[in-house]
């Protein structure tokens, strides 16, 4: 039985990834933790954390050992950091399988401590420092006490530091705050030599600020080609483009009402195009009626109406040659996935980890 090419699918660009990848490095002058939690950010994460070791990048950083798990189980070698805070009953996998968690708290740098002695190992660990975040990790005011109790535990090793910036794509001053905070606590704890890897940048503190006396960063959304500040987008490559074909074309009448709710009228007679793809396969619904387009064979056409589940219908001149089978872009090369995220409402963040897996992952080389 013949198998049919999928309804909507990606096009993962792996050498555009790599690209990334370098200019990140570049931009850094770090060593680079590459962040693949969420699926990679939608990317597919067991195929991106292998692409990204043969690069030999120093860490993959996850949300959680779940993730840390399957790509493990893919076979993939490279340090793996989990980028937030754990839960007791998380904790013996991290230690069996050598995974590195940051620190937010001596009860939990004690159980981890306990854990690996039961196992007879010593685990390496980061501390997390909130220097204006309000998630994981100790304050600066109280890490300075709370230090000699953490070294004393002989079954970790404090292997690296780090912070996170909460507005680096949209406050300057403060993000400058966090940078001094954060290299203030390093020197109260010793100085740098006092930690293999110091590391504080996302993508936006990457690309917009220098790397503070660090020595490992963090990028996460650029190497999936979108900088979060648009002045540095020129440096990135498209990674991510989501595709599907129009179904049928048909002409309707004026005054013909198109999708739920009838929010779209037919001014006049029109021809319209019908895509198999909606939000059921992550093409956000809230860009119904905000003037979002998709790119078919050269050109950008209108949404109509509402996006439902799995289809959504698109405005043609009466003239199109356009078909079914026609190829759509719903945002990748030609309409940048931002601008989708715009018209949504949303962050880009949000679009890529909203894809859903009825979306096939297509990687071209
Ligand atoms: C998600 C995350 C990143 C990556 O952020 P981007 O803005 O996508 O580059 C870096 N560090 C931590 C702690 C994160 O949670």
Sequence with gaps: MPISPPRAWVEINLNNLGKNLETARTSSGCGIMAVVKAGAYGHGLERISKFLEQTGIDFLGVANIGEARRIRDAGVKTPIYLLGATWDEEREEIVAR???????????????????????????????????????????????????????????????????????DEDEDFTNCQIASFRQVIDDLGGEKQFSWRHLSNSAGILAYPNAGCNLARPGLMLYGVSPITSFQQKLKTVMSLKSRVTMVKTVPKGHSISYGRSYITPRPMKVATVGIGYGDGYPRQVSGKGAEVFIDGKRYPILGRVTMDQLMVALPDDSSIRSGAEVELFGTNIPAMEVAEHAGTIVWEVFTGITPRVERIYLP
Excluded: W
């Design 98 to 168: 050598n995974i590195t968690p940051c620190i937010s708290t001596i009860s939990e740098a004690d159980a981890f401590n306990g854990i690996a002695a039961k196992y007879g190992k010593v685990l390496n660990v980061h501390l997390a420092i909130d220097t204006g975040m309000g998630r994981g990790g100790f304050l600066p005011s109280r890490i300075v006490e709370q230090i000699a109790e953490l070294r004393a535990m002989r079954h970790l090793n404090i292997e690296g530091i780090a912070s996170h910036f909460s507005s680096s």
